[in-house]
């Protein structure tokens, strides 16, 4: 199983495509990136399916 992920998804502020980098040993995770075009702070969550495979998606900080 690949531990280190590279996804693409759009930053909910700009809606630009960015990259983000992911960790696939840790099953699930949530932590806050900067968006790489406008800078706006993104909450990424990572989730690794029974796959080994990455689900990844960002919002924006506010949104509950």
């Known amino acids: 199983m690949e531990a280190i992920f590279e996804k693409a998804l759009d930053c909910p502020y700009c809606g630009e495509t960015v990259t983000v980098i ?9 932590y806050v ?3 790489e075009v406008c800078c706006k702070p993104m909450v990424i969550v990572v989730e690794i399916g029974d796959d080994g495979n990455p689900a990844v998606s960002a919002r924006d900080e506010n949104e509950a």
């Open 22 to 30: 992911v960790d696939g040993s840790v099953l699930r995770q949530e």
């Open 33 to 35: 990136e900067d968006c």
